[in-house]
Structure formats: structure tokens, C-alpha cells
């Protein structure tokens, strides 16, 4: 394998001639002197050519080169390091011209364009950051999972039957009969907690949403959690609370100062309140009656975050007792106040970017619920067949990684934080 050195190690290699690898992302020149910056995986460096160095080969912008170079230490260069003296090979020509650079501060492309030409426009550093910061969040839902002994987890994405009631179900033909693509790993996680006390599992999901916002995808990435024996549905909510605290904290690193002012503290205790004093809350505020509503509209979370923020100075929000006819068949219901569920969603800064909750856990339980819903046994046998076999007292939640990353990085349109966003209208590129 050919060792070229990423950029961002340039400054412990000062005095020496390396070698680094990447695309041209930038040419200027100045008088007899041409600048180049090279752009690779970790970030720039600049390379200075002088007229008495071996003459340039023909370059543009996303030209594929190596070069090599004596490293040379350049205030005034992006990373403080310049090459010199620099031999350049070139590996591939892009076709010309190109739709737009991708080398300046700014992408002055709207969406579409941006969408359509991901390949390209993700190389923007800017753009590319998103990702760097949606990996190293993953990373940390990891780290701090595998730390409390959970087991991480790759369950089926085609199964028999739906497991969200609500959300819309993608159908597909599997063989000789019908089959879905998974709407959340949820009666897998369920299902898996009966073997391992408490797995974890970071994977694609896929909804037919037919609303075209800029919250919804139809495929997006579920961190996903559940944990067995516990007390109650606030053990979850403890738990998610120092999960989200790690996974910004390793994210952290990657902030740059336009981020840095509105990184978010998770505060040692995030504030809760219940759905039903959420609308009451709401219903005096709006001066409308509320009191039937089953579930949040979105201006009503938005309305919420702001009142979070101020109340509480907290980015965060929980709501927790949503309606049990507005949560899915698992979710346990309150013993003192049966209308009402022990789940949660948590708004960041104004949007729901987590759901969870307590599960029931007895098979009669179960039985009782998928009747009293008038939903049928028929092809959750395997599911069941857990709760048969003796399951505890159990909880969960699933994060949107493409929502938390958009509200984080204060990014208005979900697509923005999804590499190829899949929607109503595109499944391309
Ligand atoms: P829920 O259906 O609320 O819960 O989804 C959990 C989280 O996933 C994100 N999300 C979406 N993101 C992008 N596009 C969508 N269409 C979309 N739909 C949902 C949101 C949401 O909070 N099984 C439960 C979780 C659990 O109880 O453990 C579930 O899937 O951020």
C-alpha cells in the first residue's frame, strides 16, 4: 500500500520532503508564482510553485494528484505548513468543465443542485464536515452504550409485518409473497434484550412518508437502544441523557468557531414535563383548546423548545405520557392514568429527535393490547414467542441521526444532513 501522509500530520514533518495525496481543491497564481491548494480526507495543504521548480503538469480544480515536497512551516498557509520544491504525478483528470467549485468558503448552489450533484458538492468542506460530525455521533452513541455493556446488534431490514402503527410501511415483493422494508428494528431490539439485557443498533430504517417537509426522510438512520430490567421509563431517559452528552462531546472536537456559540450543554437533569401539561401550556399560550389533541403538531414543539430555552435556559425538552392511542401497540400504559403511556419524546431546540419509552412485558399483556386495538397475533409469532419464553421489565429509544444532526448544526432541511437523501421525489443519486 502506498503511504501518503493525510495533511493534517504535515506539521510533524517539518524539514522533510513527504508525500501526500488528494484533489486539487484550489489554483492561484500570483506573478510567476502558482499556489495549489490539495484537498484529502483529513483537510488541506498548500503547495507553492516557483518558476525555477520542474515545471506543473496541467491541473484544474479536482485534478487527482500526488505530490511530493519539502514541508515548510507557512503562517499565512491553511494548517500553517506550505509545500515546496513540489513534484507533482497526476492520477485522473476530471471531465470539463465541472458544474460548480467546490474550493471557495461558500457553495453558492441551491439544494437541488447540491442534491443532484452529491458527488461533487459533498467534497465541499463545509458540506463534508456535516458528515465528519454525524460519524463522530455515531461514534459516541458507541462508545457510550458499549460502556454500560450493550450489545450491539444487526437485525432484519425486510420483514413480514409492520412495527410502527402510524408510520407508513414500503412494501415489496419477497420471492413468491409480500414483504416490508423495516420501519425500526423495534420488536427485534425488544425481541434481543430476552438474550442479551441490552443491545444497541445503528442501522437504516424506511418510512413511506408522503409528507414533503424538511423533518421526514423515507430512509433514515435509527440509534436505536434497549436495556432490560429496569425500574422505570425515567431509567431510559437517564440513560439517553448521558448517551446524547458523549455522543456531542466526541463531535466536539470537530466544531469550528461558527458552530462553537451554539454547541449545546445537556444539563445534568433535562427538564420534563407531561404531555397533558404541555397542552395545557400550549392551549393557554396559543388561546386555543387543546385538550383533545393526541399528539404534538410542530409548531407546538416549536413552541415548546422556545419556552424550554427560556424557562430553563435547556436545548432540550422532555415530553413525557403521550396518549396511548397515538403510541404503537408495545408501549405500557401509565397504571394510574390508563389514557395515558410511560414513553417520551425528546425535543432538541424545538423538534422531536427521539422517541422511547417502557415496553409492556408480559405475554398476556401483549395479548390484551393487539386485541384491544383490534390488531391480530397473525405473523407476530416470533415476536411473541419472547415474551412467551419470559422477557423483563424493558425500555428503549430510537434517535433520528439526520434530525439531531440538522438541528445541531443549525441546518434547516433534514436532506442537508443525509449524504443521498431518499424522499417523495428522489431516489437518485
Ligand atoms: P419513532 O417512530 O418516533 O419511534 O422514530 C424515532 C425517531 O426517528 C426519527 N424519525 C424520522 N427521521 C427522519 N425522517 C422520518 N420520516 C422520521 N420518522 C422518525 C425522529 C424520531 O424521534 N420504535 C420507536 C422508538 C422506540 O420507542 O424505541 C420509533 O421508531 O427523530
Redesign the pocket.
Known sequence: MAHYLPTDSLAHHLGHLVTVAGWVHRIRRLGAMTFVVIRDGRGVVQILHRPTDPPLPPLMPETVVKVSGLAIPEARAPGGVELHRPVIHVFATPESPLPFHVGGRDLPVGLDLRLNEAALSLRHLDIRRIFQVQAALVQGFRHALIGEQFTEVHTPKIVATA??SG?DVFRLRYFDTDAYLA??P?LYKQTLVGVFGRVFEVGP?F?A?PHDTG????Q?T?L?A?MGFIESHKDIMDLLRDVLAKMLAEAQPLVVASDDARWPTVPAQIPVMHFEDALHLLGGALREDLSKEPDLAPAHEQWLGAWAQRVHDSDLLFVEGYPTIKR?FYTESDPDRPDYTL?F?LLFRGQ??????KRLHRYSDYRAALKARGLSEAGLEGYLAAFRYGMPPHG?????L???TARLLGLRN?REATLFPRDLQRLRP
Do not use: K, M, N, W
Open positions: 412495527s410502527e408510520a420501519q425500526s423495534q430504517v418510512r412518508e423533518r421526514h426522510l423515507s433514515y435509527s436505536d434497549e404503537p414513553s419524546d422531536e429527535i427521539v422517541t422511547g419509552g428503549g429509544f430510537a434517535i433520528g439526520e434530525r439531531l433534514i
